[in-house]
């Protein structure tokens, strides 16, 4: 009996491409959710050019402000944990999901690498009394690095997810599986791409 004779219809395009786009649907989703999130840090990184260029007063140089290094070093733990994600998806490509769920597993310790490291220097930050309140370079740094820090947890949560819970999905949906891993590595690349944006302008700048 069919799908639709038991009232229910599966929805197309799930796991393959869609004709008119070549994407399947959820590529094409993820796809236009960066999008808004291309506008969203990108109308950040407006209010700093605009607020930088506006300041009356001498603006703080990152490198001398801010605590170098550590960014430094999540910076190279991002890049790290972009080539990992790609080589979980490359395994699942291959018949190789427990050699997959090793490298999921190293993108998720990059991600919690990171936070840490972050912590870390939020904390060196406190030390020398420095928070949003402190002046508008703070403001800013604290806001765009915060926001980044969120999407770094969001897409921690995700992996963590297919690392338990949603494992069972590659035993019966397969191909479905790999797409989502694709999808969650493409949100995941955006993140990197933002740091790599943000460590200059911030940092060195």
Same mark, same amino acid.
Request: with cysteine.
């Given at each position: 009996?069919?799908a639709?004779a ?6 197309p395009?799930t796991?393959?491409a869609r004709?008119d786009t070549?994407l ?10 960066? !999008? ?7 109308a ?6 605009l607020?930088?260029?506006g ?13 170098v290094?550590?960014a430094m $070093? ?8 972009? *080539? ?9 490509r291959?018949?190789?999901?427990k050699?997959a769920?090793?490298?999921? !597993? ?10 840490? $490291?972050?912590g870390?220097e ?6 020398h009394h420095?928070?949003p309140?402190?002046?508008?370079f703070? !403001?800013i740094y604290f806001?765009?690095t /915060?926001?980044? /820090?969120?999407? *770094? ?11 338990t819970?949603?494992?069972s ?5 397969y191909?479905?599986f790999t797409n989502? $891993? ?13 740091? $790599?944006?943000?460590f ?5 700048l």
């Amino acid at each position: 009996m069919s799908a639709e004779a038991h009232g229910h219809m599966e929805i197309p395009f799930t796991v393959h491409a869609r004709p008119d786009t070549g994407l399947y649907n959820g590529k094409l989703g993820v796809w236009l959710f960066l !999008a808004s999130e291309v506008m969203l840090f990108g109308a950040l990184f407006s209010s700093l050019i605009l607020i930088r260029t506006g300041s009356t007063t001498p603006w703080p140089e990152g490198w001398k402000e801010l605590h170098v290094y550590p960014a430094m $070093i999540n910076t190279f733990v991002l890049i790290a944990s972009s *080539v990992f994600v790609i080589m979980a998806w490359a395994n699942l490509r291959l018949r190789k999901p427990k050699v997959a769920r090793m490298w999921i !597993a190293a993108t998720l310790l990059c991600g919690f690498a990171f936070m840490g $490291i972050k912590g870390y220097e939020y904390s060196l930050s406190f030390a020398h009394h420095h928070f949003p309140k402190t002046n508008n370079f703070f !403001a800013i740094y604290f806001t765009m690095t /915060g926001l980044h /820090g969120l999407h *770094v947890l969001g897409g921690m949560v995700v992996f963590a997810y297919f690392l338990t819970k949603g494992w069972s999905m590659h035993e019966h949906e397969y191909q479905r599986f790999t797409n989502r $891993i694709e999808i969650v590595g493409l949100y995941w690349h955006f993140v990197d791409l933002v740091w $790599i944006f943000l460590f200059p302008t911030l940092y060195l700048l």
